[in-house]
């Protein structure tokens, strides 16, 4: 592959780069990364390697908005070429943020009368906004930070809170907002959101982080219901903790988040009052409903981890599996599973690791797993990460049902001619008191609508009761019969 010669001339490298092929991100972000890694080996003065690296983070910011269109054409788990974009550009984000701070260090060695803090607080600030772009797009493509991240972050943090730094800059740009964000996006857990909702959150993060308190930690947390904190000296994100540490060499902050919970709520009563517009309100809806839900609630392991080994075969996506349990109901064949290794088991559900050949998997999707031929059951796909330079994910599947069977249903109330849809149906247990369920794709539960149900060659009307589980794709409901109401 062609390489991007590497320049000191300022003219010549910004000439350059704007001819870099953005519409080829794949090629552009190789050869940005190759550039930028080229830098940091030549000797430079610290003034003519900050404009360099601000011509590098201009074609950055171009080369994100080119590949994130590409990437929005693409299923991230079933095209080998939407990986590689992903990853390149993960590199080459990487590559500016190392720079940035290698060219920060340099600045903050210089001493002498007539040196100003001005471009070293500048640069400084870049070097979190890059951080920043690092973070955002390593979570939007469930890709692994470097190591260090966090504590050149935490570094970058305590340099600025020492420096008198903190709030120099534009209104939501000084190195305090930034670093808010950060943590936010830090603690915020998003490997079980589709890439369409992290983008969401990257865009309300502003407003949120805004309201965000850090505070110093100075003895027991109040109320005993626990807190986030971030240890500034660990390279280890914002965590939560049912009770203060005890490490007294550690910098403890406490992230308050209820003024940020107050903006989340705010922005949820407005989308409500506002005039409706279905899927994009729904959709924030749900964004803004699961972020107060993580941190009010954060998730912790409800159950233990046994290691496991061996292969299951793996069908995802509602129709495909749909053809798999009912061949005969269809004009395409089913499916062939693809195989992915078992990591480890819990009672409720598996870590699963390889290569999905033929089969997309996204974070919510829903999958039949069999075992040796013997079905497993029905799972949601909880969270998922891409290894990096490497076609295989790894993803936390949880248990929604021991069996189904492939019908079809629609809304009893519905625009003529609108076909009935793929669907599951989920045997209920009368000893226990749980009904049938039915799982559909969407969002279609409202409580007690109906639902004409084609069983086989038996049609008959429902009425979902309740919710019982959903994802960002699917939703399980249980119904009963209409003729109960």
Same mark, same amino acid.
């Given at each position: 592959?062609?390489?991007?010669?590497?320049?000191?001339?300022?003219?010549?490298?910004?000439?350059?780069?704007?001819?870099?092929?953005?519409?080829?991100?794949?090629?552009?972000?190789?050869?940005?990364?190759?550039?930028?890694?080229?830098?940091?080996?030549?000797?430079?003065?610290?003034?003519?390697?900050?404009?360099?690296?601000?011509?590098?983070?201009?074609?950055?910011?171009?080369?994100?908005?080119?590949?994130?269109?590409?990437?929005?054409?693409?299923?991230?788990?079933?095209?080998?070429?939407?990986?590689?974009?992903?990853?390149?550009?993960?590199?080459?984000?990487?590559?500016?943020?190392?720079?940035?701070?290698?060219?920060?260090?340099?600045?903050?060695?210089?001493?002498?009368?007539?040196?100003?803090?001005?471009?070293?607080?500048?640069?400084?600030?870049?070097?979190?906004?890059?951080?920043?772009?690092?973070?955002?797009?390593?979570?939007?493509?469930?890709?692994?930070?470097?190591?260090?991240?966090?504590?050149?972050?935490?570094?970058?943090?305590?340099?600025?809170?020492?420096?008198?730094?903190?709030?120099?800059?534009?209104?939501?740009?000084?190195?305090?907002?930034?670093?808010?964000?950060?943590? @936010? *996006?830090?603690?915020?857990?998003?490997?079980? $959101?589709? #890439?369409? &909702?992290? %983008?969401?959150? /990257? =865009? +309300?993060?502003?407003?949120?982080?805004?309201?965000?308190?850090?505070?110093?930690?100075?003895?027991?947390?109040?109320?005993?219901?626990?807190?986030?904190?971030?240890?500034?000296?660990?390279?280890?994100?914002?965590?939560?903790?049912?009770?203060?540490?005890?490490?007294?060499?550690?910098?403890?902050?406490?992230?308050?988040?209820?003024?940020?919970?107050?903006?989340?709520?705010?922005?949820?009563?407005?989308?409500?009052?506002?005039?409706?517009?279905?899927?994009?309100?729904?959709?924030?809806?749900? @964004? *803004?409903?699961?972020?107060?839900?993580?941190? $009010?609630? #954060?998730? &912790?392991? %409800?159950?233990? /981890? =046994? +290691?496991?080994?061996?292969?299951?075969?793996?069908?995802?996506?509602?129709?495909?599996?749909?053809?798999?349990?009912?061949?005969?109901?269809?004009?395409?064949?089913?499916?062939?599973?693809?195989?992915?290794?078992?990591?480890?088991?819990?009672?409720?559900?598996?870590?699963?690791?390889?290569?999905?050949?033929?089969?997309?998997?996204?974070?919510?999707?829903?999958?039949?797993?069999?075992?040796?031929?013997?079905?497993?059951?029905?799972?949601?796909?909880?969270?998922?990460?891409?290894?990096?330079?490497?076609?295989?994910?790894?993803?936390?599947?949880?248990?929604?049902?021991?069996?189904? %069977?492939?019908? /079809?249903?629609?809304?009893?109330?519905?625009?003529?001619?609108?076909?009935?849809?793929?669907?599951?149906?989920?045997?209920?247990?009368?000893?226990?008191?749980?009904?049938?369920?039915?799982?559909?794709?969407?969002?279609?539960?409202?409580?007690?609508?109906?639902?004409?149900?084609?069983?086989?060659?038996?049609?008959?009307?429902?009425?979902?009761?309740?919710?019982?589980?959903?994802?960002?794709?699917?939703?399980?409901?249980?119904?009963?019969?209409?003729?109960?109401?």
């Amino acid at each position: 592959m062609e390489t991007l010669p590497f320049d000191t001339d300022l003219d010549r490298v910004a000439e350059r780069l704007n001819r870099l092929p953005y519409a080829q991100p794949k090629l552009a972000a190789q050869w940005l990364a190759e550039g930028v890694h080229a830098s940091h080996r030549a000797e430079l003065k610290p003034a003519q390697r900050q404009k360099l690296l601000g011509l590098y983070a201009g074609a950055a910011d171009t080369l994100c908005r080119a590949a994130e269109l590409a990437l929005m054409r693409e299923e991230l788990t079933l095209s080998k070429d939407a990986q590689i974009v992903a990853s390149r550009t993960h590199r080459a984000l990487a590559e500016l943020l190392h720079g940035t701070l290698l060219c920060l260090a340099a600045q903050l060695q210089k001493r002498g009368w007539f040196e100003r803090d001005q471009h070293k607080a500048e640069l400084l600030r870049e070097a979190l906004r890059r951080a920043r772009a690092l973070l955002g797009w390593a979570r939007q493509y469930y890709l692994p930070l470097p190591k260090s991240y966090w504590q050149d972050v935490h570094g970058l943090y305590r340099t600025a809170h020492a420096r008198g730094w903190l709030d120099e800059g534009a209104r939501g740009e000084t190195p305090l907002a930034v670093y808010r964000e950060i943590l @936010l *996006l830090g603690l915020t857990d998003t490997r079980g $959101l589709p #890439p369409e &909702r992290i %983008r969401q959150l /990257r =865009d +309300a993060l502003p407003a949120l982080a805004d309201a965000m308190r850090l505070l110093p930690l100075d003895g027991p947390l109040e109320g005993g219901r626990g807190a986030y904190l971030v240890d500034t000296l660990a390279d280890t994100p914002p965590c939560f903790m049912a009770i203060a540490p005890r490490d007294g060499r550690a910098a403890w902050l406490r992230i308050d988040l209820l003024d940020s919970l107050a903006v989340l709520a705010a922005h949820e009563e407005a989308l409500k009052a506002a005039p409706r517009r279905p899927d994009a309100d729904d959709a924030a809806l749900e @964004l *803004l409903e699961t972020l107060a839900q993580a941190w $009010l609630q #954060p998730q &912790r392991r %409800r159950h233990p /981890r =046994d +290691a496991a080994y061996g292969e299951v075969g793996v069908v995802s996506q509602l129709a495909a599996i749909c053809r798999h349990l009912d061949p005969a109901d269809g004009t395409e064949p089913p499916p062939a599973p693809c195989t992915l290794g078992v990591v480890n088991q819990s009672p409720v559900g598996l870590m699963l690791r390889g290569k999905p050949e033929g089969h997309g998997l996204r974070a919510g999707d829903l999958l039949l797993i069999n075992d040796g031929g013997s079905l497993l059951g029905l799972f949601f796909v909880r969270w998922l990460t891409l290894l990096p330079d490497s076609a295989e994910v790894e993803c936390g599947v949880e248990r929604v049902a021991l069996q189904a %069977r492939a019908v /079809r249903a629609m809304p009893s109330i519905a625009r003529s001619g609108e076909p009935f849809a793929p669907a599951l149906l989920i045997p209920g247990n009368p000893r226990q008191g749980i009904g049938e369920r039915l799982l559909m794709g969407g969002r279609a539960f409202g409580r007690l609508r109906e639902f004409r149900l084609v069983d086989g060659g038996t049609e008959r009307l429902i009425r979902v009761t309740r919710l019982v589980s959903q994802s960002p794709h699917y939703q399980l409901m249980e119904f009963r019969a209409s003729e109960d109401f």
